[in-house]
Every structure is written in C-alpha cells, then in structure tokens.
C-alpha cells in the first residue's frame, strides 16, 4: 500500500478526472464537427473521435481503479484489487496508432503514399507500446532500462517517417498546411518524451508516492495534449484543406 497524503491523493482524483472530461468533451466536439470538413477529411475527425473515446472509456477504468484500490488515502499497488496501471497500456497500444493515422488521413495523399506510411508507422506504434509494457511493471532497474532502449527503437523509426518521409509528401498541401503539420509532429515529440521520463523516475531516485503521483500527473497531462489539443488540431488542418478547396466558411 502507498501512503498518501490527503493533497496528493486528492490531486490526482482530480486529474483523473480532468483526463476523464477532455476526453469525453473533446469526442463530442469532433463528433458535431463533422459537417464543417469536405467529405474526404470527415474520417480523420472519426479517427480522432475514437482515440478521445477509446481514452475517455479507459480514464474511466482507471478513475474506478484508483478509487476502488483507496482505503482512504492508501493505495493498493500490488496483489488483487490494485490500482491497474495495465489501463494505460490498452490505451495506448489502440490510441496511439490511430494518432498517426489521423495525420495522413487528413493529409489525403496518393493513396500508394497513403499505404506505404501507414503499414509502416502502425506496426512500429504497437511495438513501441508493447515493449516499453515489461519494463513499466518491473522492479528491476536493469529490466526496465533493457526494455525501454528496446522500445526507443521503433520511437525512433516512427521519428524517421514523420520527420523524413513524410515531410516529402508536405510541399504539395495547401498554405499553412505544411507548417501545421510541422508543429502536429513537435507536439507528438514532446509529449511522448514525458511518458520516457515518468517511466525512468525510479532510476532517477524518484521513488515511493512522489513517484507515482508525478507518474500518474504525467501521463495524464502528456494523454491530453497528445490526444484532445492533437485532434483538434487535425481539426484545424481539416479547415484549412477544405477552405483551400472552396468549402465556405461559414460552415
């Protein structure tokens, strides 16, 4: 059982659920957004729907988790009836190869183009997310770094499409366009950065509640960022692509 304070325990009740409504809030945002987007960009806005959904349905499973693993301000981290931290693991191996779907969704490149990206950034997503799993649940410091430079290995393939290979599909979209893109893939970068970090604090001496409470605040924040102001930025590219092609304003 962790300790908590009541500031700490109460802090991340709170985050979860600010997790919990971005994600609801920003489903239905994209939802009712559909009309205001050409057609052939409606299922990027799908997409991003159902990364928020599918992370709203799981902040809800860890919402529960941690308040059935509480006997007041102690919480359960091992043995039956824990927090679940696997939660977050589901999530991201359905969510984030999706993101990176969203973008070349909303894109609408060549189709040959199209299927060349994305049978090569969805594979590396899921491994990256799977072999960082094993070192998140374990104690062993030597395990966790084995599996994280293991998973650092696809991060860093998906980078090299991001940063190269699309980048040379960027120069035929619309004014504004290629820039956007441009900070969709920093956002991306410096959001998945935080979970490496949260995932290296007991290496890092940051142990105990402060360890699990920074985690937990974390990863909260990095899935928002990446995911609801992510969405609503492929939104935006929505907008912009439509306007360019003579979509009216003021739908």
């Given at each position: ?12 009740y709170?985050v979860?659920?600010f ?38 349905y ?8 941690f ?37 070349i ?12 990206l ?21 104690a ?7 599996w ?9 393939y ?13 120069e ?56 609801c ?6 939104y935006?590219?929505a ?12 739908k």
């Amino acid at each position: 059982m962790l300790e908590l304070t009541a500031n700490q325990w109460n802090t991340l009740y709170n985050v979860f659920s600010f997790g919990l409504i971005s994600m609801l809030a920003c489903t239905v945002y994209t939802l009712v957004s559909q009309s205001r987007v050409l057609p052939k960009y409606r299922n990027a806005l799908v997409l991003s729907s159902m990364v928020t959904f599918i992370a709203g349905y799981h902040y809800w499973r860890i919402f529960n988790s941690f308040s059935d693993a509480s006997d007041g301000y102690k919480v359960a981290t091992t043995g039956a009836g824990s927090f679940n931290e696997g939660y977050r693991y589901v999530d991201w191996l359905l969510t984030v190869p999706l993101l990176l779907v969203e973008v070349i969704a909303v894109l609408a490149l060549a189709k040959a183009v199209s299927s060349s990206l994305i049978t090569r950034l969805v594979p590396a997503s899921a491994a990256m997310i799977a072999l960082g799993y094993p070192g998140e649940i374990s104690a062993d410091d030597g395990t966790k770094i084995l599996w994280g430079v293991l998973s650092t290995i696809p991060f860093l393939y998906i980078l090299y499409v991001l940063f190269v290979e699309l980048g040379k599909s960027l120069e035929r979209q619309p004014a504004g366009v290629a820039a956007t893109v441009g900070r969709l893939r920093w956002l991306l970068l410096a959001t998945w950065g935080v979970y490496p970090i949260s995932y290296l604090f007991p290496l890092l001496n940051i142990t105990g509640t402060d360890a699990f409470m920074y985690r937990q605040i974390g990863y909260t924040v990095a899935d928002v960022l990446a995911k609801c102001v992510f969405g609503l930025t492929i939104y935006k590219i929505a907008k912009m692509k439509s306007a360019a092609e003579g979509m009216s304003e003021d739908k």
